[in-house]
């Protein structure tokens, strides 16, 4: 049977929204100008990666490295109240069920998500359960499009590249897990990406992969 690698942010939950009241709360406090379209590019991308794409836009000094670590520390610390709002209900009865039947037809199942707050996400949403590893912000040192986080969730599950399915709605992800030689399902944002090899519009057409 298949393995299937989900990217969390975006895939499985939504916390685009919460990423971006938070940076906005940031770059509105520095004075820099910040929009939707601009964090579309931080999807799948690291905090420290995140910030200096906002900084694209920052006309002041340059910023030393222990004032980017404390205006990082805000955004997380922004970005963690909104987190703790989160409940079982933000995870749609579609993703729950898929997951449910992925793993009752004998699949693996892992998290391969750029976030450090991957497991305080699951925790509040009740879905550390259904995964049977995590690979996340905080074992790796790269992050996508670099394979790593990928190529360790298929460690982490035992599997090799050519038996895991990655689903990822970052284009940063689809190049991620083509470096990692999986195969790469595209979602909601990613659902317009040539690159991905298989494009879905909703969660659960991914029973179709594990038939
Ligand atoms: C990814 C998000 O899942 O995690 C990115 O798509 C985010 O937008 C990255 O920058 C890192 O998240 P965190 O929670 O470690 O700040
Ligand atoms: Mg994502």
Not at 34 to 58: A, C, H, M, P, T
Not at 77 to 100: C, F, G, I
Not at 183 to 208: C, H, M, N, P, R
Request: with cysteine; hydrophobic share 40%; net charge negative.
């Amino acid at each position: 049977m298949k393995a299937f690698i989900f990217d969390l942010d975006g895939v499985i939950v939504f916390t685009d929204k919460f990423h971006y009241q938070a940076w906005k709360k940031m770059a509105d406090g520095m004075g820099i100008y910040f929009d939707e379209k601009i964090n579309n590019r931080l999807r799948g991308v690291s905090r420290v990666e995140s910030l200096e794409i906002i900084l694209e836009r920052y006309e002041g000094e340059p910023l030393s490295a222990e004032r980017k670590a404390e205006l990082m520390e805000e955004k997380n610390n922004t970005y963690r109240k909104l987190l703790s709002t989160m409940t079982p209900a933000d995870v749609t009865d579609e993703v729950r069920n898929t997951l449910k039947e992925l793993h009752e037809r004998g699949c693996k199942l892992a998290i391969g998500s750029s976030s450090k707050n991957a497991k305080f996400i699951l925790e509040k949403v009740e879905l550390l359960d259904a995964f049977d590893a995590i690979s996340d912000g905080n074992n790796i040192t790269h992050s996508k499009p670099d394979p790593e986080v990928f190529s360790k969730a298929g460690e982490f599950l035992g599997e090799k590249p050519d038996n895991c399915i990655v689903v990822e709605d970052a284009y940063a992800g689809i190049d991620a897990a083509k470096a990692a030689g999986m195969t790469a399902v595209g979602i909601g944002d990613a659902f317009g990406y040539d690159k991905a090899d298989v494009k879905i519009q909703t969660f659960s057409e991914l029973l179709k992969l594990a038939e």
